[in-house]
């Protein structure tokens, strides 16, 4: 399987060009296409969150473990001396990265039920729904930005089914043809619930209609084809055509 800078840059790359492909052709606007590069990005990462060893969730749980004893600290800083909030936050980062985080990779086994196909696509509608109902986003963006995060997290599976081909003799590894995984008879009950999930996710999702129609409108296309090459050079073809 792909490494942590495979996935980074991999996931990165896509959802850039097709991040910049969504800002030319008038779909995205100024922020709102950085913050879907971004979620593309984000969702490269995502399938990995249950390994042990991996870079993503150790920096993610360092993160979590600093912020929680630093709101520890906040919590009682007028109370506490000095020496008490700093062992306090010693005391607070250890049970986290130590005693939570220890548990947390005991139970999580990786390529589980967090490495599959559907599970990002609850991840992805479950964005678009909080973006929608929540952040009072439009319909037609919160379903970008779902996108750029299944279109990411999509990204990093097939990165690892890629590499999971030995191609110097290819034969195929062990491994090979489990990255895109779209049900396993052992989590036989999780995919069930998951597929569930979607179903549910997707009676209560916000309008697609709108969001369809755009992108398969020829005029999203034609401007796109407008900003497509360099404004003079473009006149100067067109007038050697006329
Ligand atoms: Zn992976």
Request: glycine share 10%; hydrophobic share 50%.
């Amino acid at each position: 399987m792909a490494n942590f800078k495979t996935h980074l840059n991999g996931a990165f790359a896509v959802s850039g060009v097709l991040g910049i492909v969504g800002y030319k052709a008038g779909l995205l606007g100024g922020h709102e296409f950085l913050i879907c590069i971004a979620l593309g990005t984000i969702g490269g990462l995502l399938p990995d969150i249950d390994s042990d060893n991996s870079t993503p969730i150790k920096l993610g749980f360092d993160f979590a473990s600093l912020f929680f004893a630093f709101s520890l600290v906040m919590h009682w800083r007028s109370e506490l001396s000095l020496l008490s909030l700093m062992a306090l936050w010693l005391a607070g980062y250890g049970l986290m990265r130590y005693g939570i985080f220890h548990v947390f990779t005991k139970i999580t086994v990786h390529r589980g039920i967090i490495h599959s196909v559907p599970y990002m696509g609850v991840l992805a509608l479950g964005l678009v729904m909080l973006n929608y109902y929540l952040l009072d986003t439009t319909a037609m963006t919160s379903w970008f930005y779902g996108l750029f995060l299944f279109i990411g997290s999509m990204v990093h599976l097939g990165l690892d089914e890629a590499y999971s081909v030995d191609l110097l003799n290819s034969r195929l590894k062990r491994s090979s043809g489990t990255a895109m995984k779209l049900y396993s008879d052992s989590g036989r009950y999780w995919y069930i619930g998951l597929y569930a999930l979607l179903a549910v996710g997707i009676v209560f999702a916000p309008p697609f209609t709108e969001f369809w129609s755009t992108l398969t409108d020829p005029i999203t296309w034609m401007i796109l084809k407008d900003g497509l090459l360099p404004r003079e050079l473009f006149s100067s073809l067109t007038s050697t055509i006329r």
